[in-house]
């Protein structure tokens, strides 16, 4: 018998995707310079020369490196040493490459996570605006979502309501900073705010509450803000990362999750993240990506371009009318809708002028649009006249 949960999951397309889909109609039937598809997160900027040409090297040696067979279930361990070097850099301590699990992206090392960790019936605290998948995960796990609302339109967490949730009972917390949708970051004295509020409840309850700390934007940070190392802030934290964003390898599928040493009983955790990716069927990342980051795990990304749209539509839509923040890090800018609208008619009344925005109500919050500016320059520019429409519309 089909199962109908999984059924009805497979007919709900994202709201993201759906909108992508309608770009793609839209650029064959008016041409892809006349479309302004602000919908997706897909990185636009080039992967970088060093990942491009490790990767043609790796592949002019294939026969004397078993490039494309099985690795070990968590990875290949040059490939977690590298990430690991990484990761000990950041923490200011040494990680040992068994902190690493290897996944395809941070979509199943937080699925991996979650299953690893939480049981049915147990409730996960997300902070909104969150990743829509973040549901869907969570609750393959047996999980409910417990919906932490911002403070204000800074998109900070509300404390208080962060508190509550504690305080009901959760088997963990996920955090993503840079936040995809509103590119704001947790400042370290946000985090320690939070920190205390777990600990307190750890104690109280007498069990582990995890921190999951789901990173695939850390990288991509404007101007001098830091993004801090989220372990040394809560010790219970565990990491998702992914070089989908930060070296714009998205369709390649790699990423890890780590479990560092401060985590309480972090050899069972490790041992039950093992147990979770042989459940799902998430052994062995993809094994070419896996050689390509034994030698490019140091790799930054050029986001050069990012700043500049970033600066390009937060300057020009602020100066037009509109209500945004402006973004610390991450692709994406979360504009207000004007006038009361809901975020629907937002986005639709944006469509009449072929710019594609993503409704806020999917990430947990009525009344914005998420704006992905990962696009190039030039799209961001051509777009500022569609804008210019879209605020008259409104009498801005
Ligand atoms: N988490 C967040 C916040 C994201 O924005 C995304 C993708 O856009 C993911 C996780 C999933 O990333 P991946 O491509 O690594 O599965």
């Known amino acids: 018998m089909i199962a109908k949960k999984m059924l009805a999951l497979g007919k709900s397309d994202s709201a993201i995707r759906a909108i992508a889909a309608y770009g793609d109609a839209r650029r064959s039937e008016i041409g892809s310079e006349n479309v302004f598809d602000f919908s997706i997160g897909n990185p636009n900027v080039p992967t970088p020369e060093k990942v491009k040409n490790t990767l043609i090297e790796l592949l002019q ?3 004397s490196l078993a490039l494309h067979g099985y690795t070990a279930a968590p990875g290949a361990m040059a490939a977690r040493k590298a990430a690991a070097e990484q990761e000990s850099k950041r923490a200011g301590y040494d990680i ?3 902190s690493i699990y290897l996944t395809s992206g941070a979509s199943s090392s937080l699925s991996i996570v979650l299953s690893a960790l939480v049981s049915e019936g147990e409730k996960v605290a997300v902070l909104a605006p969150f990743f829509p998948e973040y549901k869907v995960f969570a609750e393959n796990a047996g999980a409910e979502i417990l919906i932490v609302p911002p403070a204000g339109d800074d998109m ?9 949730a504690v305080e009901q009972g ?5 955090i993503n900073s840079p936040n995809n949708p509103s590119g704001a970051i947790l400042s370290e004295q946000t985090l320690r705010v939070m920190s205390k509020i777990l600990q307190a409840a750890q104690e109280e309850k007498g069990k582990s509450i995890y921190l ?13 803000v830091t993004v801090p190392f989220v372990p040394n802030i809560y010790p219970n934290t565990i990491v998702c990362y992914s070089y989908s964003k930060s070296l714009s390898l998205p369709g390649e599928r790699l990423g890890y999750i780590m479990v560092p040493p401060c985590v309480k009983d972090s050899a069972e955790v490790f041992a039950a993240v093992c147990g979770a990716g042989r459940a799902l069927g998430y052994v062995c990342a993809p094994s070419l990506m896996q050689h390509m980051l034994a030698q490019c795990a140091d790799v930054r990304p050029d986001i050069t371009s990012y700043a500049k749209n970033r600066d ?17 890090g991450a692709f994406y800018l979360f504009v207000k809708a004007p006038k009361g609208d809901s975020a629907g008619e937002f986005c639709e009344k944006a469509k009449k002028f072929e710019i594609l925005l993503v409704p806020s109500d999917s990430f947990g919050v009525a009344g914005y649009a998420r704006l992905a500016y990962c696009v190039s320059e030039k799209t961001a520019e051509n777009s500022l006249p569609a804008f210019r429409k879209l605020a008259e519309e409104y009498g801005l």
């Open 61 to 63: 040696n294939e026969e």
């Open 212 to 224: 999951i700390a789901d990173e695939p934007y850390r990288e991509l940070v404007y101007g001098d």
């Open 312 to 328: 390009t539509l937060y300057d020009a839509l602020s100066g037009m009318g509109f209500d945004c923040v402006k973004p610390d």
């Open 170 to 174: 959760v088997a963990a917390v996920i």
């Open 156 to 164: 900070q967490p509300f404390m208080a309501a962060f508190e509550n």
């Open 96 to 98: 040992p490459a068994e």
